[in-house]
């Protein structure tokens, strides 16, 4: 979800490092560990790549190295396994690199696999925990290197190892390995398959700590951002609130812990457009914050309410409150700090909205400056968000060309980030519809065809935006003639929006009259025939017929008609649905293409 920023974590946080003490230790997910101790988890949004970090350890090296620890038989030996791991930890922590310590890495999970193989070490068959904690190590090395793809694997192994019900230990580590498994999938885009790796991880825990344990909290809150992540709002929603009630049961009133959930649950109602609980959450947030003596936290909520309060139309009260987030950022940050130029962006679409375009563009250029010269500590996510909202208010005040070069710089700082392949396809989107717009269909195409590609990888190919895009891309290959491969496009645009929209919305509406004028020009009358007569069935018995759109469809299924020699087998409809019950509604304008009949 392009945009979001975490409640919790702040913008300026540093990066992870790869970091290994002094005693031998067992390594598990960073923000795994949190949730079975008492610190915080790391918010999920935006990803970073995961980092080997310290846990719990049995091992130790109880006996000199092996003479020859690089010849394969010397893997047998029970002691290679840690004496490896311990010279991977030294590797990293002198600052060699991780290279070197990928390949101790391996050998040691090699030893211990084959340890385990052949029963050395293990007590009354117990899995060797070792070697699930050396398949943690490796799997975050590989992720430090940004080679994720050869880190799922090695978790997927991982997490076969342990059995939670024989105690605490393999609970422990089975959670562990769950959420750094869900971590490499978020990393690699693949949100769905990051999520049930959290919720398989939650459920672990659960079982071992009891549904009421402040750890709990922490996992149902890190996991409601995944969801929100994935506009997963009705479980985000579910997550959010059982994360309050732990806390409120642990914690003392107004705590930082419950502030930081309602912050959260605002972000929720206000995506279900729940905008007055949204505004009930943050306001008691806020009061929280204040308690706390956390002013910039204060001012961050204000931004959250004054774009509460423009979504309701409520526009003085929305200024006030970014007003008064802007004067605790300049006097705290400076001025030339990304959380400014953030509320500048804001202020310009509020100034936009209420006809003051002067302003608004002066808004707008006061951010750029900002971005153009950022701070240190300022990341590319933060600058490409921002570009990003700008470009919006450049394309609403009929600037495209201007709102196109924000949305190019953009996707050029994120290509080379981890985790970001939804968001450019995202922004690739947008720009295939701009591009289309000033009739540069085959930029269009081009655009519109490589945010499907990253969609298609990052496991996103049912949801309803890829049906859209595909319907997108379709229409610029009308416009270049390119037939075939839109007719492709526009069935299978077709499967998704079915399933996910149903056949009555509107975006499947129009993707059915792009397919059958398709298959007109293709030739195939009696395809576009069935197609234009099952929309005008819809229309007839469950949409009504006062919809414009209605004879539109009706002239052109008589014309194909005609042509093919044939009458429509009409059937009698009761008087209820000759009605359109959204008649009385502002129709939205619709663009066509004469003769054809295509629609955006």
């Given at each position: ?18 970091s ?49 620890p ?70 975050a090395?590989?992720?430090?290197l ?5 880190a ?11 059995d ?29 398959r990051?999520?049930a ?13 009891g ?13 409601a ?50 905008y ?20 910039t936290?204060?001012a ?18 929305a ?19 990304p ?10 679409d ?33 600058i490409a ?60 195409r ?23 895009v ?10 270049l ?25 509107q ?9 059958a004028?398709?298959?007109d ?15 005008l ?7 009504g017929?006062?919809?414009?759109d ?37 129709k ?13």
């Open positions: 979800m392009p945009g979001l920023v975490s409640v919790k974590t702040p913008p300026d946080a540093p990066p992870l490092r790869i290994v003490p002094d005693t031998p230790t067992q390594t598990q997910p960073q923000r795994s560990e949190s949730v079975f101790s008492n610190s915080k988890p790391a918010s999920p949004l935006p990803r970073r790549p995961p980092s080997p970090s310290p846990s719990r350890s049995k091992f130790s090296p109880r006996k000199p190295p092996p003479d020859n690089h010849s394969d038989s010397a893997l047998d030996n029970p002691d290679l396994g840690p004496f490896l791991l311990k010279l991977a930890r030294d590797t990293i922590a002198s600052g060699e690199g991780p290279t070197k310590a990928l390949d101790y890495a391996l050998r040691a999970s090699k030893s211990f696999e084959r340890c385990a193989a052949a029963g050395a070490g293990a007590v009354d068959g117990e899995p060797s925990l070792d070697l699930a904690m050396s398949l943690h190590v490796l799997a090395i590989y992720s430090s940004g080679r994720f793809e050869e799922v694997p090695v978790l997927e192994r991982a997490i076969q190892v342990p939670p019900p024989r105690g605490a230990d393999h609970a422990l580590a089975a959670f562990s390995g769950h959420m750094q498994l869900g971590d490499t999938f978020s990393m690699l885009g693949q949100v769905d990051s999520i790796c959290y919720e398989e991880g939650l459920k672990i825990q659960i079982e071992a700590l549904d009421t344990d402040p750890r709990v909290g922490e996992t149902c809150r890190y996991l951002e995944a969801h929100v992540q994935a506009m997963h709002f009705d479980r985000a929603e579910e997550l959010c609130k059982k994360t309050l009630e732990i806390h409120r049961a642990h914690s003392e009133p107004a705590s930082l812990e419950e502030a930081s959930d309602r912050r959260l649950m605002a972000l929720i109602c206000e995506a279900k457009g729940d007055e609980s949204a505004l009930e959450h943050l306001v008691l947030a806020s009061m929280a914050m204040i308690a706390n003596g956390q002013d936290e204060v961050a909520i204000d931004v959250s309410i004054g774009n509460i309060y423009m979504s309701l139309c409520r526009y003085d009260e200024l006030f409150s970014y007003q008064k987030a802007l004067t605790v950022f300049k006097s705290s940050k400076g001025d030339n700090h959380s400014v130029a953030s509320v500048f962006v804001r202020l310009a509020l100034y936009h909205r209420t006809g003051k375009l002067r302003d608004s563009k002066s808004y707008c250029e006061n951010s750029l400056r900002i971005y153009a010269k950022p701070v240190p500590g300022t990341t590319v996510e933060e968000g921002g570009l990003t909202e700008i470009s919006a208010i450049y394309e609403s005040v009929d600037e495209p060309e201007e709102a196109l070069k924000l949305l190019q710089k953009a996707t050029k700082m994120l290509e080379d980030k981890p985790g970001q392949q939804s968001t450019i396809a995202g922004i690739e989107a947008r720009m295939g519809v701009m591009f289309y717009v000033v009739g540069r269909y085959d930029e269009a081009n655009s519109f065809e490589s945010a499907i590609a990253k969609l298609r990888a990052s496991g996103e190919r049912k949801s309803a935006f890829f049906g859209v595909l319907n997108q891309m379709g229409l610029a290959c009308v416009q003639f390119k037939i075939d491969e839109a007719a492709e496009l526009f069935e299978e645009a077709r499967g998704i929006l079915e399933q996910e929209c149903g056949p009555c919305h975006d499947t509406l129009g993707l059915y009259s792009n397919l004028a398709t298959y020009a293709m030739g195939r009358v009696d395809d576009a025939i069935e197609i234009l007569e099952y929309v069935k819809l229309r007839e018995e469950k949409l017929i006062a919809n414009p209605f004879e539109d469809e009706k002239r052109r299924l008589a014309e194909l008609l005609k042509e093919a020699g044939r009458t429509r087998d009409r059937k009698a409809k009761s008087l209820e649905n000759l009605i359109d019950p959204s008649s009385k509604k502002k939205e304008v619709t663009k066509r293409w004469p003769g054809l009949g295509f629609r955006i």
